[in-house]
């Protein structure tokens, strides 16, 4: 992920779904030091967890924590037409169920050349398996996936 946001230059980020904030510090320290990231999570007890290594880092002011679910904070950021083409780079680890969702709002976010990462994308290799391998609870996931 590191060498992606060195690749595009990434200025300007945004994390769907924060965790601890692995990803989140991973990002801050590759981006310029006037750089931000919007990082998007809906329990910030868990983001808390990582910030005092954040802290400790000195990446603290590169990121702006919302908590909140992510799709409601897309449609905000898409009210602004300014906000189009403005990200260099977005990373979503949230609920693959929503992927499609997220890609919509992201792609009118993104700018030409940016990119978009998905976590767990090929979901342990279900995505080449033959449908009847594919176990039941992650075949609905696959279709959002491969289609």
Request: net charge negative.
């Amino acid at each position: 992920m590191g060498m992606l946001l060195k690749l595009v230059n990434a200025n300007w980020t945004i994390e769907i779904r924060v965790f601890t904030g692995y990803s989140l510090l991973l990002t801050a320290l590759r981006i310029p030091d006037d750089g931000k990231t919007t990082a998007i999570g809906i329990i910030r007890k868990t983001y808390e967890i990582g910030l005092p290594i954040i802290k400790e880092a000195s990446m603290e002011h590169k990121i702006g924590f919302i908590e909140s679910s992510a799709l409601p904070i897309l449609d905000k950021l898409l009210e602004n037409v300014a906000q189009e083409g403005s990200f260099d780079f977005a990373f979503v680890d949230a609920d693959m169920n929503n992927n499609w969702n997220y890609h919509k709002r992201l792609i009118k976010l993104i700018k030409i050349g940016g990119i978009i990462i998905y976590d767990n994308t090929l979901w342990g290799g279900t995505v080449a398996l033959p449908e009847e391998d594919v176990p039941e609870t992650k075949r609905e996931w696959r279709l959002y996936m491969c289609n």
